[in-house]
């Protein structure tokens, strides 16, 4: 669809892009083939409306494990055609730590003023580790000219040694969401390692600089599980979803879990379900959720895990015992790939950095009507 606009008096025609034939895997990044393992991962990305002339901007980012020195940064992509061509953009480099940003980049875009920082801001985070591998540290970057520069705003939180095991302390893989007047940091935490080996938590700011305390969001009594990975969608019936793995589940390691709760501040004493398709597939390790309004009176959630290129969808807002279905996709399987709503709202757009671990990853994108 094509949308004209007009501006002060005279015909300015700006071909906005706002639906787009489905694709598969187009190329975001190929990386170099003498990239140590696994090259890419971990893609994330922002749809942003409006950024000067150009409506429906997408930016992706995700982790490189490009040669040292220098330390690893986190580049950004540009598309203004729904992801089917990408241009490097710009990068968000550490500035504070002299460490580089290495891992789970988070892209967002304030929908509302967060202290001195404007609605539009584009806010990112990510772990900051330096080469020597003795800590894990969560900063948040902005931009305030839509993702061309880049500035440091504040550390989060500081962990020890980035090694996915119990009894270590680390910190990991930041998410944002904003509510009531507050931005919401959310990420899994190692720093409890006596009675949670991995729980989840989030603090909230009201100015971008100074965060609140660490409060539990999953917190599993058994001290050798591992909830890991959040992310979190705002449900047309005031309730909100969070998404995570949980390492130790019985049903089968880092199966994927949900829980609902009226208050994305408050999930701690809501009930974990498992999240299988009515066909049996299990989903399985780094999910991420978004909602849309397509699909009938209660939209439509949406889930992406690893280990499957399919979509986990629930048409009945995620209610006790309703049926998860899979939608199976042609878009790359990927470690933690990333799912953005497109304008029309049957689209979803999937960005994947690739599996965990091997040489043959790469970053690339997909549309994908959904049903
Ligand atoms: C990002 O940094 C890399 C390494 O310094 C550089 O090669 C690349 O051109 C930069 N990209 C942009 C868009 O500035
Ligand atoms: C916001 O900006 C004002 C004016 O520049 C400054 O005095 C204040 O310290 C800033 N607030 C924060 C939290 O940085
Ligand atoms: C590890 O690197 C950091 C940052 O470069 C440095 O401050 C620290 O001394 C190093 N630690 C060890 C044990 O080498
Ligand atoms: C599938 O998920 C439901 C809801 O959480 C759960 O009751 C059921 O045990 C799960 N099935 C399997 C085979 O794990
Ligand atoms: C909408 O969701 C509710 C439960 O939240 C369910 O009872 C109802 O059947 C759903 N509607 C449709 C069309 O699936």
Redesign the pocket.
């Known amino acids: 669809m094509l949308l004209n606009f007009l501006v002060l008096g005279f015909i300015v025609v700006t071909q906005a892009l706002d639906v787009v034939k489905p694709y598969n895997n187009k190329v975001v990044f190929l990386p170099p083939s003498d990239w140590p393992s696994p090259r890419t991962n971990y893609a994330r990305s922002v749809l942003i409306a409006q950024d000067g002339a150009d409506t429906n901007v997408l930016l992706a980012t995700w982790q490189n494990t490009s040669p040292e020195p220098p330390n690893p940064w986190f580049p950004v992509y540009r598309s203004t055609d729904l992801g089917q061509t990408w241009k490097p953009f710009s990068n968000i480099t550490d500035t504070e730590n ?2 580089g940003l290495r891992a789970q980049p988070y892209l967002y875009e304030l929908p509302i003023a967060i202290g001195n920082f404007s609605a539009g801001t584009i806010v990112a985070s990510g772990n900051s580790i ?3 591998r ?1 800590h894990t540290r969560i900063d948040v970057y902005a931009s305030a000219d839509k993702g061309r520069t880049w500035n440091f705003v504040s550390h989060v939180a500081l962990g020890g040694r980035p090694i996915a095991v119990n009894g270590e302390t680390p910190v990991w893989e930041p998410f944002f969401f904003t509510y009531e007047g507050q931005l919401v940091i959310y990420y899994s935490d190692q720093r409890d390692p006596e009675a949670h080996g991995q729980k989840l938590v989030h603090q909230v700011t009201t100015d971008l600089v100074n965060w609140g305390p660490v409060v539990d969001d999953v917190a599993n009594p058994n001290p050798s599980d591992r909830p890991g990975m959040t992310t979190i969608a705002a449900l047309p019936n005031g309730k909100y979803i969070m998404t995570y793995e949980y390492g130790g589940a019985p049903e089968i390691d880092f199966a994927v879990y949900y829980r609902i709760s009226d208050s994305p501040l408050n999930f701690l004493p809501s009930i974990g379900h498992n999240l299988n398709a009515t066909t049996g597939e299990q989903a399985q390790s780094s999910p991420t959720v978004v909602w849309t309004p397509y699909g009938g009176e209660n939209g439509t959630i949406v889930v992406s895990a690893n280990g499957n290129k399919g979509l986990w969808i629930n048409k009945q807002l995620g209610a006790e015992n309703s049926p998860w279905t899979l939608f199976p996709t042609g878009a790359a399987g990927g470690y933690a790939r990333d799912l953005k709503v497109l304008p029309t709202s049957q689209q979803i757009f999937i960005v994947s950095g690739g599996v965990f671990g091997g040489t043959a990853n790469h970053v690339s994108a997909s549309v994908v009507n959904l049903p």
């Open positions: 002299g460490w330096p080469p020597n003795t």
